[in-house]
Each structure stands twice: as C-alpha cells, then as structure tokens.
C-alpha cells in the first residue's frame, strides 16, 4: 500500500487505467480463464453448465440473475465474485460513494478536486468494502438501498435542495464495486422502481429532490424461478436491465451430491481430544440417494426444493451420532454405521416439504424412502458379491443384535466366522484391518439382505435392533 500513488496527479502519471467494474471484472475473469481456472472454486457438478453461462456474462460485462431453487450455490457464487475484483482501487480521499479519482460525481469530491486539482489525495480500498450483499425483504425501504434526507444535516443548517444532506444508502455506498441482491422477488415494486432507476437511468429521487448518480456497479441478482417466472413479482422494465440470466440446478449425478457433502459437511476435530470421525463411503452414497429420492417423490413439494444442505446436514448428523457412540462406549475412533440413520431421519424431518395431502405421514414417508436409498446402493456395491455364507450363519441359528450404542467390537463379536467377509468389504471400499469399518461394512450387509428379504429386522428397544433368520 505505501508504495501506491496518494495524489491524483501521481495517479495519472503511474498510468493507472480508467475502467468500470464490469471491465475490471471481466479482465480479471479473463486471465483467470486463460490459466485454466476456475471463476469459482469449490462449485460441483456445474463445470458444463452453470460456469459457461457465468463465464459469457461476466466477459460480456452483463449484469446477472441466478434463478435456481435453495441449497444450489447461489449465495457462494455470489460471494466468489470479489475474487474478481482487483486488490485495490483508488477513490477520492473522503468520499462515502467511492468516488473515482478520474470522474468524481459527488458534491464533496467535485468540491475536493476543483479545490486542489492533481494534488487531491487518494485512498485505496480492498475488494471485501466494495462487496454488498442484501437479503430482499418485503420491509426494505428505499432508504436502506439509495439514501435518504439525513436530518442532521438539515439541522445544522443545510437547505433541503442541497444534495449533501443526503445520507447514501448501500447501493450508492458500493459504488464501484459489486451489489449482490437475494431473492430479488422480494423486494416491492415501488423499490424495485427506485432499484430500476439507479441501474439505467442514473438519477433517483430522495424527498422530491431529484440526485444524479452515475454509479459504477455490478449487480448480481438471485430469484426463485417460481417466483420469477410464474408470480411475475419482478418489474418487466428490471427484468430488461440484466443481460444474463443463469439458471443453477442441484449436483446431477449421484457422485457430485457426495462430493458436495464431504465438501460442506463440518465433522467434528480430533484436535479437541475427540476420537476420528469417518463416514465410510457406501453410508455417504446412501445419504446423497436419499435426497435424490426425495427430489423426485410425488408426495415432495417440488417447488420449495429439498435443498443439497439437506443432504449436508444428514452428513453432520451421521456423523454426530457415530461420534457418540465412540465417546460412550470408548471407541478410539467412531465410524458411522446403519444403526446411525435412525438420528437421520430424526433431525432431518423438518427440512422436507410434503405436499399438503401428506400430513401426518411425514416420518413414515422418510423412512420408506430412506430404506428404497439403502436397498439401490447395497444392490450396486454387492453386486456379483456371493452372500449366502453370511445367509447360512443365521440359518444355523445366529442372531445378532446391534444399535447405535453398540460398540464395533460388540457387534463383531457375535460372529465366529463370516464367510466371503473380505470380498464384501472390498466391494464396499472398506479396509479389513479396521474393525470398526468392519463392523460397519457388516452391519450394511446386514440392512441389505433385510430388504431383500433374506434376513428378519425386529426392534428390540431405542435404537436397537436384532437381525434373525425366521
């Protein structure tokens, strides 16, 4: 920062260039490109889809809006776009609009620049103050977006007509830089007009006193499509004024929703004391069909979406209830196991829609569709997988009880022998050397040939089950 101009005139002569924020950012989203990147890390499944959409925008210096349904990204590619930004930018030493150096607007930077010319002094600002992001709520007044009479101002003598009464609100306070407005629909009519006239036709009007702003923004807008394009709750005339419309969609395939569950889910420490948590791979698919279940299931409202946080927190919770087993029983390491679904479907029964004619039957229809996820998964993991060694253990009269107090060297304990065992755990991806792996690579198998029908589930008290041949 010391070594950055501090006049305008040392800024001219260090040849800064004179560009707008849609130039800035479509510069930088070029070299960005040209290495190879990514313009927003840590998006899956959106690498042919979403990402050329956004690119071609970005490069063509569009506004944009992201219509998608919740739980598909919108918020984080919104707030990637600062990485876009340059590091710094200079403004007009005092200015509460960012004024550029090059084209003041306001009152106080024209007065500043025409007082002291070349030799006005010059701040720079980072990317995180030229970043603003507002949730739309039926409550915000066009104050809290544009400004407002600030009567403080009047009071110590200043005429209504002067524009330096004005307190500026968010828009015009993140000039040149990015304006992110959530759930646009929301807003009234009447601000969307005031939001209008700022993006096109640069002037507002604040209390009768008509104010000239022309604002250097980018705006990134996000919408439901129900509501963008049934409700008709967002102006025509704003509709116009973004030249790019994005749509995002949930992970398209069954390996993206496990990526994005591994990547968002915080699992707790082992730096806290805590033993290691892992949740074997096959539980994770299990997870991730289960909410792929639900975005197809009738009886879902489709139109409220089941959200990939849904699937993140049943991650959290899997392995949560793992990590109490370890801490209870001593286990120096809690791997989750089927016995952990059961705190699933218990944390997760509010995060899901029905349709109106499904009341009461809510936890009946998760656990229906959780067990159709168990059954798809094990059939692919254990296909061409010999079973039936483990089918003539219970045959000759084993039981096994489990649960998610049951300790893995419980659970194996039960069994003298299981034939094929190392073969269903390397379809399973599981490391044999691990017993509590083991356990519940077993414990999986066991749940499997239940739903096949090869094997007797009876519950035998909370969160315990006991798995017999009738």
């Known amino acids: 920062m010391a070594s950055r101009p ?40 959106f690498g042919d889809t979403v990402l050329p959409a956004l690119e071609t925008a970005l490069l063509a210096g569009h506004d944009v809006i992201l219509l998608g349904e919740r739980g598909q990204a919108k918020s984080r590619i919104l707030r990637s776009l600062t990485t876009l930004l340059d590091e710094a930018v200079p403004v007009v030493a005092g200015s509460e609009v960012n004024d550029h150096p090059y084209h003041p607007f306001s009152a106080a930077a024209r007065a500043a620049v025409a007082a002291h010319g070349d030799d006005t002094p010059i701040d720079w600002i980072g990317r995180e103050q030229r970043f603003a992001e507002k949730l739309a709520t039926p409550d915000i007044a066009v104050a809290d977006l544009i400004g407002d009479v600030d009567p403080i101002k009047v009071a110590e003598g ?146 409220s979406g089941v959200s990939v946080r849904f699937s993140t927190g049943n991650y959290e919770t899997l392995a949560a209830s793992a990590l109490r087993r370890a801490l209870r029983t001593g286990e120096s390491r809690a791997v989750a196991r089927p016995c952990d679904l059961g705190q699933v479907l218990s944390a997760g029964s509010g995060k899901v829609e029905f349709e109106t004619f499904e009341e009461g039957r809510e936890g009946e229809l998760l656990a229906r569709y959780l067990r159709r996820a168990l059954h798809e998964v094990f059939r692919r993991r254990t296909a061409g997988v010999d079973l039936s060694g483990l089918v003539a253990c219970f045959d000759a009269g084993l039981a096994v009880e489990t649960g998610d107090l049951v300790s893995a060297d419980e659970l194996l304990a039960q069994f003298d022998d299981v034939p094929g065992l190392a073969r269903l755990l390397a379809a399973l991806g599981v490391e044999q050397e691990s017993p509590a792996l083991a356990a519940a690579g077993l414990e999986f198998a066991l749940e499997g040939l239940h739903l096949q029908r090869k094997l007797d589930r009876d519950d035998v008290g909370p969160g315990a089950v006991r798995f017999t041949r009738g």
């Open 6 to 45: 501090t006049t305008i005139g040392a800024l001219r002569a260090s040849g800064y260039p004179d560009r707008s924020v849609k130039q800035e950012v479509a510069a930088n989203a070029a070299a960005r490109l040209r290495r190879g990147l990514p313009l927003v890390n840590g998006l899956v499944g």
């Open 158 to 303: 200043r005429h209504l007509a002067d524009e330096e009464t004005i307190h500026f609100g968010l828009v015009p306070r993140h000039n040149r830089g990015i304006v992110a407005i959530n759930e646009l629909p929301d807003l009234a009519e009447r601000i969307q007009v005031a939001l209008l006239n700022v993006l096109e036709e640069r002037d507002v009007q604040v209390r009768g006193y008509s104010l000239r702003l022309p604002l250097d923004l980018l705006v990134v807008a996000t919408a439901n499509p129900e509501d963008y394009t049934n409700r008709g709750r967002i102006i025509t005339p704003l509709k116009d004024r973004f030249g790019a419309e994005v749509r995002t969609h949930y992970p398209p395939r069954l390996a993206d929703e496990v990526a994005v569950m591994c990547q968002e889910a915080v699992v707790a420490d082992a730096g806290d004391g805590l033993p290691p948590v892992v949740v074997p791979p096959f539980l994770a698919e299990v997870l991730a069909a289960f909410t792929r279940a639900l975005r197809g299931a009738p009886e879902v409202n489709q139109r």
